[in-house]
């Protein structure tokens, strides 16, 4: 079937379901606003939801626990050499030099496989927080109003799977534009890359270059944020009745399209202001946390200051994405279930969305 008899199935679709607007969906009326909507599925069902969030927190706090453990078990003899030549030197009388470029090297290619394994963890913790806030919204006028979090488990447990492989389908579509951007930003910081030499950004560099150096990444980053807005309603799409990765992705695509990207994008961008805003403030209120990990740390290597100073760059960061992820993920990705909701067109009910499933 060609592309114009799938467009022409498609317009005869719409016509049966919406004779009266001439074949165009209409949006559903908002009978609650996102935020009232969002607090009253929390109002209700407060403590089951947290209950989950706060079970997944606790999860990927042991996973992310002996990942960072296995690192610097790994990397202990570099941390050593490099405390015992510190030590010479101060013994010497001279300022003690630190990592020395070739224990950096080994520090970040011993430690690499680890850390690269908590991207994958924060991949699958998002999708079981997606996918249990998707249920959550979809049966909120279930008679049982009040599930637990073993209920709310059981009822998202058949889609993880599923909400695992639409994350990894979206954080590729958006990652294949970040990394251009990241690239780009780098290029022009390090004055070229593989015998190609340019002027390095800097405050003496002329204003044209300057704002071409740092506003093609930004621009690049900005259009792979608008595709991750676009397909963050993949997981509820896919909780609703998508039965592929790429079905999901497709009807979120088509959702938040035409009249309605506007409004798509708009509260995505708020929530991820929230979020990010949230992280600042939860990462800055647990760096005290970081001085008495450091001090167990240098009782469990002997006093290394540089052992124990990785640690404690890290506790902050850590702190504040678990505490994101048991108190700001929920609410966030509830208002992003009920958002599919606000966005579907009329008559088109919560299961299925004809028009995204004829997508070429």
Same mark, same amino acid.
């Given at each position: 079937?060609?592309?114009?008899?799938?467009?022409?199935?498609?317009?005869?679709?719409?016509?049966?379901?919406?004779?009266?607007?001439?074949?165009?969906?209409?949006?559903?009326?908002?009978?609650?606003?996102?935020?009232?909507?969002?607090?009253?599925?929390?109002?209700?069902?407060?403590?089951?939801?947290?209950?989950?969030?706060?079970?997944?927190?606790?999860?990927?706090?042991?996973?992310?626990?002996?990942?960072?453990?296995?690192?610097?078990?790994?990397?202990?003899?570099?941390?050593?050499?490099?405390?015992?030549?510190?030590?010479?030197?101060?013994?010497?009388?001279?300022?003690?030099?630190?990592?020395?470029?070739?224990?950096?090297?080994? %520090?970040?290619?011993?430690?690499?496989?680890?850390?690269?394994?908590?991207?994958? !963890?924060?991949?699958?913790?998002?999708?079981?927080?997606?996918?249990?806030?998707?249920?959550?919204?979809?049966?909120?006028?279930?008679?049982?109003?009040?599930?637990?979090?073993?209920?709310?488990?059981?009822?998202?447990?058949?889609?993880?799977?599923?909400?695992?492989?639409?994350?990894?389908?979206?954080?590729?579509?958006?990652?294949?534009?970040?990394?251009?951007?990241?690239?780009?930003?780098?290029?022009?910081?390090?004055?070229?890359?593989?015998? %190609?030499? %340019?002027?390095?950004?800097?405050?003496?560099?002329?204003?044209?270059?300057?704002?071409?150096?740092?506003?093609?990444?930004?621009?690049?980053?900005?259009?792979?944020?608008?595709?991750?807005?676009?397909?963050?309603?993949?997981?509820?799409?896919?909780?609703?009745?998508?039965?592929?990765?790429?079905?999901?992705?497709?009807?979120?695509?088509? !959702?938040?399209?035409?009249?309605?990207?506007?409004?798509?994008?708009?509260?995505?961008?708020?929530?991820?202001?929230?979020?990010?805003?949230?992280?600042?403030?939860?990462?800055?209120?647990?760096?005290?946390?970081?001085?008495?990990?450091?001090?167990?740390?240098?009782?469990?290597?002997?006093?290394?200051?540089?052992?124990a100073g990785a640690v404690m760059e890290i506790v902050p960061a850590a702190a504040g994405l678990l505490l994101l992820t048991a108190l700001v993920v929920p609410p966030v990705s509830a208002a992003l279930a009920l958002l599919r909701t606000e966005l579907l067109p009329a008559k088109a009910g919560t299961a299925r969305m004809p028009s995204a499933d004829l997508l070429p």
């Amino acid at each position: 079937m060609t592309r114009q008899e799938r467009r022409a199935a498609q317009d005869g679709a719409e016509q049966q379901e919406f004779p009266e607007s001439g074949g165009a969906p209409e949006r559903a009326p908002r009978r609650r606003g996102l935020t009232t909507g969002t607090l009253g599925l929390f109002r209700s069902r407060w403590r089951g939801l947290y209950g989950f969030s706060f079970g997944v927190a606790l999860f990927a706090a042991l996973v992310g626990s002996v990942l960072v453990a296995a690192a610097f078990a790994v990397c202990r003899h570099d941390f050593a050499l490099t405390w015992k030549s510190a030590r010479s030197d101060i013994a010497y009388e001279d300022p003690p030099l630190g990592y020395y470029p070739d224990q950096r090297v080994s %520090i970040l290619l011993r430690s690499l496989p680890f850390m690269g394994l908590l991207l994958p !963890l924060a991949v699958f913790v998002l999708a079981l927080l997606h996918s249990a806030y998707a249920v959550a919204a979809r049966d909120t006028g279930a008679a049982e109003r009040r599930p637990g979090p073993g209920e709310l488990w059981r009822r998202s447990r058949p889609y993880t799977w599923l909400a695992l492989r639409v994350q990894l389908l979206t954080s590729a579509c958006a990652g294949a534009l970040v990394l251009p951007a990241l690239l780009g930003w780098m290029f022009f910081e390090n004055g070229g890359v593989g015998g %190609i030499d %340019i002027e390095v950004l800097s405050r003496s560099a002329s204003t044209p270059y300057r704002l071409l150096g740092h506003g093609l990444p930004l621009v690049v980053l900005g259009l792979a944020f608008a595709v991750w807005f676009r397909l963050g309603l993949a997981t509820a799409a896919a909780v609703n009745g998508a039965s592929t990765a790429r079905a999901a992705v497709r009807r979120s695509w088509t !959702l938040t399209g035409g009249a309605r990207r506007w409004r798509a994008c708009s509260v995505c961008l708020l929530l991820t202001a929230v979020v990010v805003a949230a992280y600042g403030a939860l990462s800055h209120a647990t760096e005290p946390l970081a001085h008495p990990v450091g001090l167990a740390v240098l009782w469990l290597t002997d006093d290394n200051p540089y052992a124990a100073g990785a640690v404690m760059e890290i506790v902050p960061a850590a702190a504040g994405l678990l505490l994101l992820t048991a108190l700001v993920v929920p609410p966030v990705s509830a208002a992003l279930a009920l958002l599919r909701t606000e966005l579907l067109p009329a008559k088109a009910g919560t299961a299925r969305m004809p028009s995204a499933d004829l997508l070429p």
